[in-house]
């Protein structure tokens, strides 16, 4: 078994990324409902293929990175925000997410960013150990931003210099 490959996500990779977008879904990590059908596109203009790196393991699409700006303001031009980052249950464990966030960290780099942000919620041990190995701190917390599943969740902003 070899390593996680990651490239950018294409348009024929839109039906694929949904499915795994939907059964990665859970209020460990989501602050939106769970879908139901009809499923809305997963790609659309405020979120086109170019903005996604997607892992492929063992030939099989297993995990989806979303990078983007934060804001639309030039002052943060130099800022890029991961908005997304999703990976298969069993495919978990594996260096996929890792992966993909070293993956993000070049791309950023790449488009001239400065810094990487992120947010993720509180109550999300695992997302949040991942994020502090690949070198984020905690910049913020928003305490009981968020009620799910009947429990008030802090909102925890992340970054890292590039």
């Known amino acids: 078994m070899s390593g996680p490959s990651i490239r950018f996500a294409r348009s024929q990779d839109e039906a694929l990324l949904g499915r795994l977008d939907r059964d990665t879904w859970s209020t460990l990590s989501a602050v939106h409902p769970r879908e139901e059908p009809p499923y809305r596109p997963f790609f659309d203009e405020a ?3 170019r903005d996604h790196l997607v ?7 297993v995990g989806y ?3 983007g700006f934060p804001t639309s303001l030039a ?3 130099h800022v890029r925000q991961i ?3 999703a990976v298969a249950a069993d495919a978990r464990g594996r260096g996929v997410g890792r992966a993909l966030l070293d993956a993000a960290v070049e791309e950023a780099r790449r488009q001239g960013a400065r810094r990487l942000t992120l947010r993720v919620l509180g109550h999300n041990a695992p997302a ?17 931003e968020f009620y799910l599943d ?8 992340m970054g890292r210099s590039l």
């Open 55 to 61: 892992a492929e393991l063992d030939g099989r699409l």
């Open 47 to 49: 979120r086109p293929p």
């Open 75 to 77: 002052a943060n031009a």
């Open 65 to 67: 990175l979303r990078l």
């Open 128 to 144: 949040r150990a991942l994020y502090e190995s690949a070198g984020f701190v905690i910049e913020g917390i928003q305490p009981g």
């Open 150 to 157: 009947g429990e008030y969740v802090d909102d925890v902003l």
């Open 83 to 85: 908005r997304g980052l």
